[in-house]
């Protein structure tokens, strides 16, 4: 079975600055999809990006950027340029690529910006 | 594009009465739709797996009868909690999905459910 492993429960980063979240995951597939998913104080989950295993090239969404590191196993978000509203709680998430359909989340770092 | 409905946002009932969670894809298609429940301080919980036309899928220790779950088109589920009792208060959130599992799943905005 898939498992997603975050392991800071809480960070925090003074505003405009630069914030690395780290995930790992194990896995024996060689075909899966990532996803950070971020889920503000109102509850709703967001996607923020997403990387195919089979890409080399880290995904990048604006100020949200992920290092994906497949031997090693490790799918870190980085945050540029903190802003007040990146404060929520931030879920590391994996799929399986041959038709499996289920999440499978990471207990999530709660994330905290400081003016 | 990909937004997903949830209602209602908040209910507060009584022990006893039957609950209806309604999630709708508005903007695309959803062949597979997804429940979730959610604890305080905690990650998501899947408790079942929905295809538009078929019976739903649950995740072991999730009663099916306690929560129905209705797929019955591309872009409507229901989860209907039936006798609720207080230990079913929880947050609920439905998300949605198009095409084959590489998509990612887009997410309601959840339902708060209390139980007094």
Not at chain 1, 26 to 40: A, H, I, M, N
Not at chain 1, 68 to 97: E, N, P, T, W
Not at chain 2, 60 to 67: A, H, I, S
Not at chain 2, 91 to 112: K, L, V
């Amino acid at each position: 079975a898939q498992t997603v492993t975050q392991s800071q429960p809480e960070m925090s980063v003074q505003e405009a600055e630069t914030v690395t979240l780290s995930c790992t995951y194990d896995t024996s597939e060689s075909d899966y999809y990532l996803f950070w998913y971020k889920q503000p104080p109102s509850r709703q989950m967001i996607l923020v990006i997403r990387q195919e295993a089979y890409k080399q090239q880290n995904a990048t969404e604006n100020r949200f950027s992920v290092n994906f590191q497949k031997a090693a196993k490790s799918f870190s978000l980085k945050i540029s340029d903190s802003q007040l509203g990146d404060a929520a709680m931030y879920f590391c998430a994996y799929v399986g690529g041959f038709g499996n359909e289920k999440l499978t989340f990471g207990t999530g770092t709660r994330l905290t910006i400081i003016p | 594009g990909a937004v997903v409905s949830q209602h209602p946002s908040r209910v507060i009932c009584k022990s006893g009465t039957s609950v209806k969670i309604e999630c709708r894809s508005l903007d695309f298609q959803a062949t597979t739709m997804f429940w979730y429940r959610q604890f305080p301080k905690q990650s998501l919980m899947l408790m079942a797996t929905s295809n538009e036309g078929s019976k739903a899928t649950y995740e072991q220790g999730v009663e099916k009868d306690k929560f129905l779950i209705n797929h019955a088109s591309l872009t409507l589920s229901t989860l209907t909690v039936t006798s609720a009792h207080p230990e079913d208060s929880s947050f609920y959130i439905c998300s949605a999905r198009g095409g084959f599992g590489n998509q990612p799943q887009h997410f309601g905005d959840g339902t708060r459910l209390s139980i007094l």
